[in-house]
DNA sequence: GACAAGTATTTGAATAATCACATATAGTGC
DNA sequence: GCACTATATGTGATTATTCAAATACTTGTC
């Protein structure tokens, strides 16, 4: 029989396919959301793939191969790093910010209604405690 | 800015993102182990795909494409329904059942060091809370 | 200031999963 | 028992993601 502990990580596989499914909008996936949001929370300057690779628990190549239809479609750009040649920063163009705005009010009401046999105190226990979870 | 409802649903893609990583065993992925232990908790006669895709929230394309390798690998069989001809049932072979047993020692550990930070009270809250995602 | 070791990113090949559609069968109402 | 509709499953094409290796650059050390 599985443990506790393994049942809690059955259960947090079926949400998170349930909140994928339920959290596409304006032709975002809810990957592409968490990383345009991602972008969002960050210096105007961009961020670097390496690190958005750290923020949305992805490797490298996964952030490289996210980013590629999206600068296609003109929501993110990248600019090379000018102290470090190697480098580079992605960043959310304006077209990007608008449609991205205009995605989250949908995502925000999805969410909550995924979310609503939850109160809003049980809501954030919960963010708590998947917070707590893997670090 | 991102709702409450929305982070929530950003920790539960993180936390899901580290977990399916660390869940990894055996040569099982923590999406095999999930179908796996479905199909151990069915009744003997095994499970129908369509079934297997309500319960793992994955479509039944999904389902027929996560068989076809564990059937190549001998670790889970089908057979046909005699009463309906459409439909089949999926169940583990012997080899699949041992597999699985050894697989579960190693996931259970590296399940409880993911949730190390939380209680055994929060962990069973935590599970509960996920229940209500959804549904 | 060359060289070894490390870091940032991309790419080719492979795996996982989707959607839309195809196929086969079952059930229902007449 | 025919015509319709619904259900179970499989398939081709596409998207998401991984790993291992390649490329390009930086840094530290002598």
Redesign the pocket.
């Known amino acids: 029989m599985p443990t506790d502990a393994i049942e809690t990580l059955l259960a947090l596989a079926h949400a998170h396919?349930v909140a994928?499914?339920a959290l596409?909008v304006q032709g975002l996936?809810?990957?592409?959301l968490r990383?345009l949001l991602a972008l969002r929370a960050s210096h105007p300057g961009g961020r670097?793939?390496?690190?958005?690779?750290r923020d949305l628990?992805?490797?490298?190549?996964?952030?490289?191969?996210?980013?590629?239809?999206l600068e296609k479609r003109g929501i993110v750009e990248?600019e090379r790093?000018p102290?470090?040649?190697?480098?580079?920063?992605?960043k959310l163009t304006a077209a990007g910010a608008t449609l991205l705005d205009d995605a989250v009010g949908p995502a925000a009401e999805r969410a909550a209604r995924l979310l609503r046999r939850l109160s809003v105190g049980q809501t954030k226990q919960l963010q708590r405690l998947l917070e707590e979870v893997g670090r």
Chains 1, 2 share one sequence.
């Open positions: 396919a994928a499914r596409e996936s809810f990957g592409e990383l670097r793939p390496t690190e958005l690779a628990e992805l490797t490298p190549s996964g952030v490289t191969r996210a980013l590629l239809p990248r790093d102290g470090d040649a190697r480098a580079s920063h992605a």
